[in-house]
């Protein structure tokens, strides 16, 4: 997913821990300060949100995902040229071609020659055996990425000789290369790896803030709630890197993040506020402003009270005033809807918009039992708008007797809390990094999927799900997620608020950006003029 907010379950306790242990960091910086700008050959990029992770395997969010992106490459990637359904086409990458058998189950992989990692150990067969295998065993976010939720989908990973490899699945799947090329699924050097612990524990530690790739950079140093520094490779297999050091700055708080855009100490900039991006656009700054299938919503965990109650839900769900917080925060780039699939994914539904009905708020409360209740929602740290829309969310719900109590929570704290199911109440922004509804609902609804973070089981949604998902007739595939949106939103577990637009905030003179699904850049195209 992109998984921009889950956390792999099994090892989410691990993951926390080695946040706390890598901030010292990997390595000294050479990066140029705030106080004196960025050098020609120098990108400075910020970001709003702390990294929890650098290894492909357990990557979660949108910012681990950035980390991964520019220091791995995989088989296949997604360009920015698109179909005709509007899906990017998959391209290659570490493999310049491929094969499918007649029954569509085994894809044959062919992989560049003379292609090596960054410790200079050339990339074969076994690695990429060795890469995928390691992602399935894990049991992080990318084992579902690359399997929707399915551990049993891929039947064998196999070396043919050291330039071929075969993946066979149990059985045929139109999306399947367009989750493989998903970030995560990179190469791992495990020759590398093997000599800081290889599959162990301590390997994991290594790997959660160093990197063993093929990409086009390096991790110079590693401070995750900080500041991140990424070095150009010299001997990168695909096109050179434009910019030989970015250094990627974690600023959580939205004036500081402005002030750094606005002086020009910041080239690129991800979280700046909605409010302030036309003003900075006034000011001679570029403005990158595309549709997205990410969205921010409030998350009611079923298994907790008040919450398992549905009337309980569907009284929030009455009281909240969508459209008066998309016009107030959204600065027009927003969309809302409802259901779970927002308007930028392909099968997106048109369900009716609906108004804000405080008298059956509280009829649904009465018939519940409910007179008073005191809840926890918790917000992610950096994430300005969310805490602004959780203060409008709050009042909303005071005139019902709900009294909400936000707390802010660091990256990882909050990342561990929802993950786990201790949140009560959340507010978040996730989507699919794979524009088809599948990826994202096979984890964001599904009974029992361990990435479901609100416990939502609906036995007709899973139905309909199971239908949609290799229904190759678009007429049907509409059909089935329209009647699994209706139920979504019957059942109220989610509370949409709406889709923002992906906006990044670029200097005058910044050139090479490119826009994908994922909302991850390359930077190795990314320059400053």
Request: aromatic share 8%.
């Amino acid at each position: 997913m992109s998984f921009p907010s889950a956390v792999p379950r099994g090892a989410l306790a691990a993951a926390v821990a080695l946040v706390a242990a890598l901030a010292a960091g990997c390595g000294s910086s050479s990066s140029t300060g705030a106080a004196g700008g960025a050098a020609k050959d120098t990108l400075s990029v910020a970001v709003n949100s702390a990294i929890t992770t650098a290894d492909p395997a357990f990557a979660c969010t949108t910012y681990d995902y950035v980390v991964v992106k520019n220091t791995y490459d995989n088989l296949v990637t997604l360009g920015s040229e698109r179909d005709d359904t509007g899906a990017a086409k998959v391209e290659p990458a570490l493999a310049e071609r491929w094969e499918l058998s007649a029954d569509k189950r085994t894809y044959t992989f062919h992989l560049r020659s003379g292609v090596t990692f960054a410790s200079g150990n050339p990339m074969t067969a076994d690695d990429v055996v060795y890469s995928l295998k390691r992602v399935l065993a894990k049991e992080g976010c990318q084992q579902y990425v690359l399997t929707t939720g399915d551990p049993k989908a891929i039947k064998a990973i196999t070396k043919v000789d050291d330039r071929t490899v075969t993946i066979t699945l149990r059985r045929a799947d139109p999306l399947f290369l367009t989750l493989l090329a998903q970030t995560g699924n990179g190469v791992v050097d495990r020759k590398l790896l093997a000599r800081h612990g290889g599959d162990s524990e301590a390997g994991d530690r290594w790997l959660a803030g160093h990197t063993a790739g093929t990409g086009a950079y390096v991790l110079e140093s590693y401070n995750p709630d900080t500041q991140v520094d990424f070095r150009a490779r010299k001997g990168y297999w695909g096109t050179a890197s434009k910019t030989s050091l970015v250094s990627m700055r974690i600023v959580t708080d939205a004036t500081t993040l402005e002030t750094l855009v606005r002086s020009g100490d910041v080239d690129m900039a991800y979280g700046i506020p909605l409010k302030d991006v036309k003003t900075l656009k006034a000011e001679g700054k570029q403005v990158f402003a595309n549709a997205s299938q990410f969205y921010i919503y409030v998350g009611l965990n079923t298994s907790r009270k008040p919450f398992d109650d549905v009337r309980v839900r569907q009284a929030l769900q009455a009281a909240l005033p969508v459209a008066d917080i998309a016009k107030r925060f959204g600065y027009g780039y927003a969309q809302t809807f409802r259901g779970p699939i927002p308007p930028a994914t392909a099968f997106s539904p048109k369900l009716p918009a609906g108004t804000p009905d405080i008298a059956k708020a509280k009829a649904l409360l009465a018939q519940a039992g409910v007179t008073h209740a005191t809840v926890t929602l918790d917000v992610k740290s950096g994430e300005t708008l969310q805490a602004d829309i959780a203060t409008v969310v709050q009042n909303a719900f005071r005139p019902l007797g709900v009294d909400v109590k936000i707390a802010t929570l660091g990256a990882s704290a909050f990342s561990d809390k929802v993950n786990t199911f201790k949140s009560q109440m959340y507010i978040i922004k996730d989507g699919g990094t794979v524009n088809d509804p599948a990826y994202f609902l096979g984890f964001f609804v599904a009974c029992g999927n361990p990435f479901n973070l609100v416990k939502y089981c609906s036995k007709a949604v899973d139905a309909d799900l199971a239908a949609a998902r290799r229904e190759e007739d678009p007429a049907k595939r509409q059909a089935a997620y329209d009647r699994l949106s209706a139920q979504v939103d019957a059942d109220a577990p989610v509370l949409p608020i709406f889709a923002p637009n992906n906006v990044v905030v670029g200097a005058a003179g910044l050139k090479g950006y490119v826009y994908y699904d994922d909302q991850q850049p390359l930077f190795r195209t990314l320059s400053i003029g």
